[in-house]
Structures are given as structure tokens and as C-alpha cells.
């Protein structure tokens, strides 16, 4: 049984795609294109001299050594955001679906945060971690933890990781959620007469079954953790100490808005298009096959 | 029928509005926010009362970073404001940004204004003018580098609140006794490139940079790691190292530890003043920075820091009168003096320090002439400031680098010549864009 829709008229479809894809055109293709355009060239701030430089931007990025450490730290962190995000989410919505009392409470309080804009999410968490006024800083400086993300860069970016991660919990929690409810109750019913205990069921019946969800959530994580989280780096760490947390999007920012070196700023957006088009293709590529629909 | 009467009626709003609106409106972009931001709308009413010709409208876009680039970004969509405030690290892009601009001198001329850069304090207007010594840009607010310390902590150690270290020597001294003895981490400082570096070379007469810290020409090139700066930095990670500086951010955060009484010691903006006055709930003290004695020449002057209002190119004519009235009102003594008892920032003109100092107003609030003295001296090539392209990111190559000496993870000789090394790369860039 195949679901398809077929349109007798030749117009409609068009019509109907046309507002995405105007959207899509004017916020996406033509930026994109434009950035490929510009990372060939050199220029100063103002655009009032324009170099043709060739793959000059590109050389300059590849022979940067904090260029290829800023890979290094993209990775790490997206992996620590995805990882966290989509593992705490995933307890939390286990639990809250076998939740009897106060189910509607506990639920809108896990989605909260989901209404906080980053870059609020940042300061909120920078003032309980801020070493010399922070709450949770004054406690672990108690507990003789030696606290100081402006100076400790893996604790800088165990902080940011922390934040991001924290931000995309409800969002990841809203659709495991859905996911657990989607999964016949029959189904782990019967294995439970069977005799198979909690921790087997999930992960022989609920974890496979989720496993369409987990694959949009990673993918859909990954690109929060490439893109969304700018905000709360700049107003964490901007960056810092040292390059601990500049992560590939910050220093695109960084290079072209403060820097005013928009081909190099170009030539590095490029760089990132090219390697989110990659994870995703891969993704869709190797992931997807073992998922089951 | 009712598109017509909707032509008619909207030709003549038209009508009425260009009819009420005859003064001609200029665009003033600016980065200054709380009372900074009250005082900017202040200047602007003041001038729009005096006059009905013009009337300047200051809108606010973010810190001296997003300003710029708003700016940037108005001129390539050929809507530029006539003023734009720019922070001082972005005046070499400015000036090499030649299209873009109209000198200041020039505009005061065409207008027609009575103009004379003699009157503006030289260390402030030199920074803005062009090696042909003509004045490229207005300086609005410059600030400098300061020393504010705690008296009641200096109390508290054993120390003599009235004699704040002259030197580095005395300044370790001093520190350990406020961590032995008062248990008051001793030491912070706000943007550590500007403060430690920057000013440190000016102060102590050494080059930052070659070709007179960028002054004569692209092809400078950093200096910065001498003997004397290397001693300094390792100075400043033993203090670290022994808990007498406590580190606190890039920019301006740390001076939040010395008002909250964390830090007995902080070196910042001269601007910092109306904030730690209005925080701090104990007795403090500004002075002029401390300098090592065995460095020859040592102090000199520091240098400055803050914004100028730069007109940019691309407006119509008209607007460019009104700028050049504006600039005139804004250079008036009285207006001057206001603006530097009210902001911390420094007088720009001669006769605005010597109204305040008539007024009284240094035996009011001691400390407040600390910047102006620091300035008001005779500055050297070496001292005149640092002019290069880029210098938002050398600044920030310098923060990194700094950054892993405080943590230990680097030797300061080590990170300085990293600095260095990066930092030049940086201005091959700018020279190969500007080209010349």
C-alpha cells in the first residue's frame, strides 16, 4: 500500500511550494552564495577595494594552527551537547511516561527552558558559575573544587557544554515523550509476562523502536550544537580563556564582525556549510540504515 | 477614483511633513549606553535647542564592535549615518578606509567653521590626525589608563592610605602585605592588552609596535616582546601564582572584584570612575599608574583609550554643515568640561581642563585629574599611541596568549613571541588589503 497524492493540475504544486522556497532563496541561497563569492576575494572593511585572491582565504585558514584546533574544539563540544542533550532527555522522558501523579506539571517544568532565549540562558548560568559571585562557584569552591572557567579552559568548555546541552534538553524531551507514547503498550505487556525486566525492555523494545526519533534528534542536535548555540558562548566565554571555546561558528563571527576581514570570515563560513552538508549526508547516509521506520 | 484620492492625500502629508521638518536631520550612531548614553541625548537636545537649522539624532547600536560594523554595513548599503562613533583600535581601518570618510578638517573647512586643531589636548588629537597632521576624525570621549586602590584595605595591611605604590617593586610589596596580613586578594586589572601592554610600552617609552607603534606607515611590525614586558608578564604570573591577582576577563569585568572589595588593587579606564564611585562602599584612591624605576624614561605618558566621532562619506551636502556646527558646539569649553566632570572621560580641549580646575572641581573629587596629568604631558614616537590596522584582533591574539601564561600553560617569553609572531601576520594582511 503505497500513500501518494497525485495533482491533476500542473500549477498547484507549484504554488504551494513557492513560499518555501522564496524563503529559502532569499534567507539561505543567496547568503550562501554570496559568502562563496566573497571568500575568492580580498577586501577592506568598507568594501571600497576588491582583490580577486583565488583560494588565498582558504590557504591562509588551513595554515592557521588555531584554525584546526578551533575543528578540534567544534567537535568535542558538539559531541559533549549532542551526547548530554539526548541522553538526559532521554531518562527524563522515560520516567516522566510512567509518571501517574502530576504529570502535567512536571512535564511543562522540563519544557520550560525550551522558552529561554540563549542568550539569557547564558547569563543565567554565568552568574551561578561566575567565579567570583557565582552561587554554584562559591559551592564548589567549598567542596575544594580550584573553580575558574575565565582562566581553566576545560572548564570553560565542560561550562558552555553544559549550557547548550541544558537548552536543548526540552526539546529533545518533547519528542522522546512522543516517541515512548507512540510505542504499543502491548508490546512491552507482553514482554513483561514474558519475564523481561525494565532495563531489558527498554532496551530491547523501547530503544529500537525510538530509534527514528534518536536519528532526528541527533541530526537536529548536531546542527543546534554547529549553529544555535552562539549565543551562549558570547555571552559565557567569548571564546575564551586562551581559545578553549571558540568553536568554528564563534570565530566566523569573530574574524568578520570584530575583525572586519570579511574574506576570511567568508572563506570560513564556506568551510562550515561544506561541513554540516557532509555530517548530514553521512548521517543520513550511515545512521539512517539502522533505523527502522 | 479612491486611488486617486489616496495619491492626493499622500502627496500632501508629503507636503506637510517636508513643510514641519525643515531642519535638516544628521544621523548619529554611537556605543554609549547607561548614564553615558542619558549624557549622549543630553548633548544632542542641548545642540537642537541652540539652533533650528539642524537637529542631530543619536541612535544607540550596540558596543564600539557592533557600532562599527553597523556602520560598515550602512555604507555598503549606501545609507551610511554622517557620525559614526568608532572605538580608538578601529582608527587605522578608518583612516585607510579613504572612500569612506570625510576628513574632520575638511568638513569644518567647506562649512566654512572656524576651526583650530591647537586648541585639543595633543596627546588626544595627535592619535586622530594624519601623518600631513591633518585631523581625520573628532575625538569625543578618551579615556586613559588609571590605578584605583582601596584605602580602607591599604588600612587594613598596615599600609599608608595616602602613598599608593609609584612602583612595580612596591607595588609586589604592598600586595603581599594586603594578602599576609588583610587576607584581600591584592590585584586586578580590566583589559589586559590596553592596560598591560599597550599602555605598559607607552609609559615605560618603548616601541609596541615599529614605525613608531604605526604611525609612519602599513609595514609596522610588533615589538612587544622585549626584556622589560617579558619581566612584566612573568611578574604578573607569579603574582597570580601566589594568589595576589586574581584574573578577572578581557574586557572591563574585573573591576567589579576591586568594587565589591575583592581586589584591593585594579588598573582601568579612567572612565571606570563614575562606576566605582557609585559602587564602591569604601574609601578609594586614583592614581597614576606604577612604572619599573630602572627603565629609562620611565613614566612617560600612558595612552588613550575611548572613541571619535568619524563623518562618513556619501551624505548630501547640507548635513555636512550641520556636522561641522555640531563639532564647533561640542568643542565649546563649557560643554567640554561638563561632559569630563560628568563621564570621567578627559577634557579634549585645553580650555575645558583649565575651566574645571578653576571650578574647583579637583579639590572636590581627588583623583579626577589623574588622567588628565598622565596626559597632558609631552609625548614621545613611542608614546603618542599604537595606530594599526587590526588591532581589535592583535588585542585579542594578545588576550589568548596572556590567557595561557595566567593559566601556567604557557612561559610569558613564550606567549609574547607567539603574540608577536601572530600578531604580524595579522598586519601583512591589512597591509596587503590596504595596499601601499
Redesign the interface.
Given at each position: 500500500m503505497e500513500k501518494r497524492v497525485v495533482f491533476n493540475e500542473r500549477w498547484l504544486p507549484v504554488l504551494l511550494l513557492l513560499p518555501q522556497l522564496a524563503i529559502t532563496t532569499v534567507f539561505f541561497f543567496i547568503p550562501a552564495g554570496e559568502a562563496l563569492y566573497q571568500s575568492l576575494f580580498?577586501?577592506?572593511?568598507?568594501?571600497?577595494?576588491l582583490?580577486y585572491a583565488g583560494l588565498d582565504n582558504f590557504r591562509?585558514l588551513f595554515s592557521d594552527p588555531?584554525y584546526l584546533a578551533s575543528f578540534r574544539t567544534t567537535a568535542i563540544f558538539s559531541v559533549g551537547v549532542t551526547v548530554l542533550g539526548l541522553s538526559v532527555a532521554l531518562v527524563l522522558a522515560w520516567f516522566a511516561d510512567r509518571l501517574i501523579r502530576a504529570k502535567t506539571v512536571v512535564r511543562t517544568l522540563i519544557v520550560w527552558p525550551y522558552a529561554i532565549a540563549p542568550a539569557i540562558a547564558g547569563v543565567l548560568w554565568m552568574f551561578l558559575f561566575n567565579p567570583?559571585?557565582g552561587l554554584v562557584s562559591h559551592w564548589l569552591k567549598m567542596l575544594g573544587v580550584d573553580w575558574?572557567y575565565?582562566?581553566?579552559?576545560t572548564q570553560a568548555l565542560a561550562l558552555v557544554t553544559g549550557i547548550a546541552a541544558w537548552k536543548q534538553i526540552s526539546y529533545n524531551f518533547l519528542f522522546f515523550l512522543a516517541g515512548l507514547q507512540s510505542i504499543p503498550k502491548a508490546l512491552l505487556e507482553a514482554a513483561a509476562i514474558d519475564g523481561a525486566r525494565s532495563w531489558k525492555r527498554f532496551w530491547s523494545i523501547v530503544f529500537p523502536l525510538l530509534s527514528p526519533t534518536t536519528f532526528f534528534l541527533l541530526v537536529i542536535n548536531i546542527i543546534y550544537a554547529f549553529f544555535d548555540t552562539f549565543p551562549i558562548i558570547d555571552a559565557v566565554t567569548?571564546g575564551?580563556?586562551?581559545?578553549a571555546t571558540e568553536i568554528l561558528v564563534y570565530k566566523v563571527y569573530?574574524?568578520g564582525?570584530?575583525?572586519?576581514?570579511i574574506g576570511?570570515s567568508a572563506a570560513q563560513s564556506v568551510i562550515l556549510m561544506a561541513v554540516v552538508i557532509l555530517l548530514t549526508v553521512v548521517q543520513f547516509r550511515h545512521v539512517e540504515r539502522r533505523v527502522s521506520y | 477614483m479612491g486611488f486617486k484620492n489616496l495619491t492626493l492625500t499622500l502627496l500632501a502629508c508629503g507636503a506637510l511633513s517636508t513643510a514641519s521638518q525643515a531642519a535638516t536631520t544628521i544621523q548619529w550612531w554611537h556605543a554609549m549606553t547607561g548614564p553615558l548614553n542619558d549624557k549622549v541625548n543630553d548633548l544632542a537636545n542641548k545642540f537642537n535647542a541652540s539652533q533650528s537649522e539642524y537637529k542631530v539624532v543619536p541612535a544607540f547600536k550596540g558596543n564600539y564592535d557592533e557600532t562599527l560594523a553597523a556602520g560598515i554595513a550602512a555604507f555598503r548599503a549606501k545609507e551610511p549615518p554622517a557620525i559614526l562613533q568608532v572605538f580608538e583600535v578601529g582608527t587605522a581601518t578608518m583612516m585607510n578606509s579613504k572612500g569612506a570618510i570625510r576628513p574632520v578638517a575638511t568638513v569644518m573647512k567647506e562649512a566654512g567653521e572656524k576651526f583650530d586643531p591647537r586648541i585639543y589636548i595633543p596627546a588626544v588629537a595627535g592619535y586622530y590626525t594624519s601623518a600631513k597632521g591633518e585631523m581625520l576624525s573628532f575625538p569625543f570621549n578618551s579615556s586613559t589608563t588609571v590605578f584605583y586602590y582601596n584605602k580602607d584595605a591599604f588600612k587594613k595591611a598596615g599600609l599608608d592610605p595616602s602613598k599608593p605604590p609609584k612602583t612595580w617593586p612596591e607595588l609586589f610589596a604592598d600586595a603581599k602585605k594586603l594578602k599576609d596580613v588583610a587576607h584581600i586578594t591584592a590585584f586586578t586589572t580590566d583589559w589586559q592588552a590596553w592596560v598591560q601592554v599597550e599602555s605598559f610600552s607607552a609609559y615605560h617609552n618603548t616601541l609596541y609596535a615599529t614605525k613608531d607603534n604605526g604611525f609612519g606607515g602599513l609595514d609596522a611590525r610588533l615589538v612587544f616582546n622585549t626584556p622589560l614586558e617579558v619581566q612584566h608578564i612573568t611578574n604578573l604570573q607569579k603574582m597570580i601564582q601566589d594568589g595576589t591577582f586574581s584574573y578577572g576577563g578581557r574586557k572591563s569585568e574585573s573591576q567589579a572584584k576591586f568594587f565589591t572589595g575583592e581586589c584591593a588593587m585594579c588598573m582601568g579606564s579612567s572612565s571606570s570612575l563614575a562606576a566605582i564611585r557609585q559602587n564602591a562602599k569604601f574609601s578609594f584612591g586614583v592614581a597614576p599608574l606604577p612604572y619599573y624605576p630602572e627603565a629609562k624614561g620611565a613614566p612617560q605618558n600612558t595612552i588613550i583609550g575611548g572613541a571619535s566621532l568619524w563623518v562618513m562619506n556619501g551624505r548630501p551636502a547640507a548635513e555636512y554643515k550641520g556636522v561641522a556646527k555640531f563639532f564647533t558646539f561640542l568643542s565649546r569649553p563649557e560643554i567640554q568640561a561638563d561632559w569630563h566632570q560628568s563621564t570621567g572621560y578627559l577634557p579634549i580641549t585645553l580650555a575645558a581642563y583649565e575651566l574645571t580646575k578653576q571650578s574647583g572641581y579637583y579639590e572636590k573629587n581627588p583623583g579626577a585629574d589623574v588622567s588628565v596629568q598622565a596626559m597632558v604631558v609631552k609625548v614621545t614616537n613611542k608614546s603618542r599611541g599604537v595606530r594599526l590596522g587590526y588591532l581589535p584582533q592583535i588585542r585579542m591574539i594578545l588576550d589568548e596568549e596572556l590567557e595561557a601564561v595566567w593559566a601556567g600553560k604557557k612561559a610569558p617569553k613564550e606567549a609574547l613571541d607567539e603574540a608577536v609572531a601572530r600578531g604580524n601576520e595579522q598586519l601583512e594582511r591589512f597591509q596587503k588589503i590596504s595596499g601601499s
Open positions: 580580498r577586501q577592506d572593511a568598507f568594501g571600497l577595494t582583490e591562509v588555531g567570583s559571585l575558574n575565565l582562566l581553566n579552559g567569548q575564551g580563556p586562551s581559545k569573530n574574524d564582525f570584530k575583525g572586519l576581514d576570511g | -
